[in-house]
């Protein structure tokens, strides 16, 4: 039992010890999350950026000046963001928007990820909701 343990603590140690998370230039993220980052926050400049390699899999972390945060796959396209004065409408689908305007009218997103199937979003009064690809309603998470 002792080896099965340590065997798995040094694997765990390992695993951790290949995480390489770097700070970089705001020009090394990708291009589409700069035009993302620009788009949105409208031009807003990048305070802090960062790229986190684990094995082959690599993301990248972003911040602009009112602390807004996103993250990005390594092609560049989001797929997490925090925004405590809100996040930006234009990253969602109209079904999405229009399923929260309907049923929680001044409410607004503060945290959300993305995949290809799904979008999960956090709003300002603690709700979280889980949306399809195309923005239609799935659950409450």
Do not use: C
């Amino acid at each position: 039992m002792k080896k099965l343990i340590l065997t798995l603590i040094a694997v765990f140690t390992l695993s951790v010890a290949s995480a390489q998370i770097t700070q970089i230039k705001s020009t090394q993220l990708p291009a589409q999350a700069r035009a993302t980052i620009r788009n949105t926050w409208n031009g807003a400049p990048i305070v802090d950026a960062w790229r986190n390699k684990e094995g082959r899999k690599v993301e990248y972390k972003a911040s602009v000046e009112d602390g807004s945060t996103m993250k990005f796959n390594a092609g560049g396209q989001w797929i997490e963001v925090k925004s405590y004065g809100g996040v930006p409408t234009s990253l969602f689908p109209k079904a999405l928007l229009g399923h929260l305007d309907k049923y929680y009218e001044g409410r607004q997103i503060v945290w959300a990820t993305r995949t290809a199937k799904r979008y999960q979003v956090q709003l300002t009064d603690g709700s979280k909701l889980e949306f399809n690809a195309k923005g239609v309603f799935q659950a409450f998470l």
